[in-house]
């Protein structure tokens, strides 16, 4: 592994474990209740056959009923932020561990909540034993097709949509150099997606990354996913993770633009890990707050108008846990405030789910 790529996986598994930790020893009390709204997203968003939802932490859903309550209330597809991650599900060569994710299915299939599941093939959150394990091409070959078969066979039937390969392409638009694609070749993702169909025939298959807009690293991702329709891979959709300030392109036309070209490939486009810091904007905090509120409306409606996107999942849903606070320190980028008070977003998406199409 190069210095720098070093030195970059180090910093991005301290973010994770500093936000699983975050969420864990939080000492600010629990805020208290407040009555539920009669309108919901959720509710908003069936009339509209569309999947609005959230990254999960496991710490607050079990600890926390208000995290517990406006989730099942707002939401009808969530994912498991972390804990589908290589590193937390597969610590060891001969051991998994699915105790936490089992308890978010649990609850999302108590709440009628698909799941999606993210990711089993990732540059970054990869275990220490397979990082310097020093195994040959066909060793890790192994290693991955066992992961997978083992993951997704494990949640078989129960998981709507695999984030089979997540973050394939640089940002000047080359192919991500990554253990798996220095030892196995570029060939481990069509692997990956064959074994993951292999492994759950049913659940949909996508490739996630910041490529919303019209650049470089956009145009590959695009070709990337050209190149996997036309040799047969099983790749149902893409998605845009929606960083929005941070990774991620603002401009909702320019997204808008680039989806259309994914709908003649017949592939669906998802956005995947939406989030907002207000600070990347100027003015009062109620001028930022705006100005979030309308990059949220603007977005959902651009996957609303399309005709390949019924998915807009955010990665979170209250200030109280968000990775960005042990990353970035971005502020305040989700639809509640930390006592889960609902933001102007929150409203904002709300009136576009009620528009009339």
Known sequence: MKPRSLIAYILVMLAIVLAIAT?????????????SPVESLRLLAAKRDFLIGTAV??????NEVLYREVLGREFNILMPENHTKFWRL??????????????????????????????LAWFHAVPRWVVEGNFSRDEL??????????????YRGQIYAWDVVNEPVEADGSLRETIWSKTIGPEYIDLALQWTREAD????????????????????????????????????AVGFQCHLGFLSAKNAEEVAENMKRYAELGLDVMFTEMDVP????????EEQL???AK???????VCLDASNCKTLMMWGFTDRHTWLKGFTGGKAPLIFDESYRPKPAYSAMLEELKATE
């Open 201 to 236: 025939p049913d659940t949909l298959l996508y490739i996630n990354d910041y490529a919303e807009g019209l650049n470089s690293k956009s145009e590959s991702f695009y070709n990337l996913a050209k190149e996997l329709r036309e040799r047969g891979a099983p790749l149902d």
């Open 23 to 35: 969420t864990s020893t939080a000492t600010n009390p629990e805020p208290q209740r407040t009555d």
């Open 278 to 285: 207000i600070d990347q904007f100027s003015g009062t905090k």
């Open 141 to 154: 070959m192994e290693i991955l097709h066992d992961h997978i078969q083992t993951v997704v066979s494990h």
């Open 90 to 119: 597969h610590p060891e060569r001969d051991r998994y561990d699915f105790s936490e994710v089992d308890a978010i299915v649990q609850f999302a299939q108590e709440h009628d909540i698909k799941v999606v599941g993210h990711a």
């Open 57 to 62: 932490q496991p710490g607050p859903l079990q």
């Open 290 to 292: 705006e100005a979030q």
């Open 295 to 301: 990059m949220y409306r603007d977005f959902l409606k």
